[in-house]
């Protein structure tokens, strides 16, 4: 079969695995916060926050959204310190190449 939802960043994610995803990383207080909604601050579990997000559409579309942004910012951070990363290096093999002495560059 072919993927249907090539564009659809959520394709394949149960809501189970956003939340545990959205708990581990950012923490249940910083979660209230975000999104502020009683099954997050107030004795918060797992089981009761999917219980009230199955149920109501408007607080499951912005957990989709926090966890679509999450994704796509740690994408780009990736990829930020991947060039960092190259970057450094290129310096470093710069700087241990031999240089040629100062007479002979200037072609005197």
Known sequence: MTDEH?????????????VEDL??????????????????????????SLAFLR??????????DLYIRD?????????????RKARKAYAAEQQARPQPPADEASGA
């Open 55 to 64: 149920k109501t559409p408007w607080a499951r579309t912005k957990v989709e």
């Open 6 to 18: 090539p564009n659809d960043p959520l394709h394949g994610v149960t809501l189970k695995a956003m």
């Open 71 to 83: 994704h796509r910012k740690m994408a780009r951070n990736a990829k930020r310190n991947r060039l």
């Open 23 to 48: 708990v581990a990383r950012r923490g249940w207080p910083d979660l209230a916060a975000e999104i502020p909604i009683g099954c997050f601050a107030r004795n918060p579990s797992v089981g009761s």
